[in-house]
Nanobody, 115 residues
């Protein structure tokens, strides 16, 4: 069992930056593939960025060169550095942990990009 808690969301102006963090409790964090998803009301949840247990990263086209995902296995955390934020990035951002049949979600953190 893994429990995920996101933090770092908030209100930011266009062009600004935010850093989201996801703290995981439970054992064997390092074996999980970790991802950040986002969801706007009325839309499906979409993948933003992912990092494998080995550290390989994947990004959605709409965040490439703006967002960076990283993990710290010693601290059981995964982070999402978001730069050059746009109003279209406004959403609830969710942390996800996945390994084989095991799939866990955090409660989400709101990111609002507005002037």
């Amino acid at each position: 069992q893994v429990s995920l808690v996101e933090s770092g969301g908030g209100l930011v102006q266009p062009g600004g930056s935010l850093r989201l963090s996801c703290a995981a409790s439970g054992s064997m964090f390092s074996i999980y593939a970790m991802s950040w998803y986002r969801q706007v009301p009325g839309n499906q949840r979409e993948l933003v960025a992912a990092i494998t247990s080995g550290g390989s990263t994947t990004y959605a086209d709409f965040v490439k060169n703006r967002f960076t995902i990283s993990r710290d296995n010693a601290k059981n955390t995964v982070n999402l550095q978001m730069n050059s934020l746009k109003p279209d990035d406004t959403a609830v951002y969710y942390c996800n942990a996945r390994f084989n049949i095991y799939n866990y979600w955090g409660q989400g953190t709101q990111v609002t990009v507005s002037s």
